[in-house]
């Protein structure tokens, strides 16, 4: 999702000198050009607080896996002009490692569904329930047959991989034309406190 930024700069500064000459010749129409500034430096600002979290090993620890999400989140609406709706309860008491896994598969489910869905809205949803993580990440894009199979293709392999590793299922409903719905349950493990199950919901 990274390999935009400098697609943005590019376009930033074509913007700046479009408003700069229309400000010599007709300073109305330097708005539209500049509000091309405004919408490219928002998205390549989302994505670059998205990369710079993901390149130090440790944010995952020090600012918390739902951090993560919600920066990947943003990218999804500033970049993709998806309209997402996070729901997401505080930050679950995982170890790092299980952190990793999780954002890694939440991660792949998103980027999934910008690189094949055509979708417009998403559904992300991360709850506790019975000691367990349930991860939900619905999209109501052209949907897919989940059977396979996807020779070459690692996304939804990694991501059974992971949930399985972690003790948890990984399940996939999809049709063509239907969207798809994906989720993924996780157990807390005994020295795993229960999260909170405060929910923190927002609409974009
Ligand atoms: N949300 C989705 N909507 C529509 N099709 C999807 C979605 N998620 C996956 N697919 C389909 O399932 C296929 C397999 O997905 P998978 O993530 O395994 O591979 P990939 O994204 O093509 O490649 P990569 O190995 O880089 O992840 C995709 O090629 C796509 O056709
Ligand atoms: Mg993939």
């Not at 993901?54 to 020090?62: G, I, Q, W």
Request: proline letters at 6%; glycine letters at 8%; one cysteine or more.
């Amino acid at each position: 999702m990274h390999d935009s930024v400098s697609q943005d700069l590019y376009g930033i500064r074509l913007g700046a000198y479009t408003a700069r000459e229309a400000l010599d010749s007709d300073p109305g129409e330097a708005i539209a050009p500049l509000e091309y500034v405004i919408t490219l430096t928002e998205a390549g600002l989302a994505e670059m607080r998205a990369l710079i979290s993901e390149l130090r090993p440790e944010s995952l620890a020090f600012e918390g896996v739902i951090a993560a999400i919600t920066k990947q989140v943003a990218v999804l609406r500033t970049r993709y002009k998806l309209s997402v709706y996070a729901q997401l309860i505080e930050e679950p008491p995982l170890s790092p490692e299980r952190k990793q896994a999780l954002y890694r598969i939440a991660q792949e489910a998103l980027h999934n569904i910008v690189k094949h869905a055509c979708a417009s809205t998403v559904t992300l949803r991360l709850s506790s329930q019975e000691g367990k993580l349930i991860l939900e990440v619905c999209d109501d894009g052209k949907g897919f047959d989940p059977t396979g199979p996807f020779p070459g293709h690692l996304g939804l392999l990694s991501m059974q991989e992971r949930a399985v590793q972690m003790g948890g299922t990984c399940s996939i409903e999809s049709a063509p034309e239907w969207g798809t719905y994906f989720r993924v349950c996780i157990p807390i493990l005994p020295h795993e406190k229960p999260g909170d199950a405060g929910v923190v919901g927002e609409r974009h």
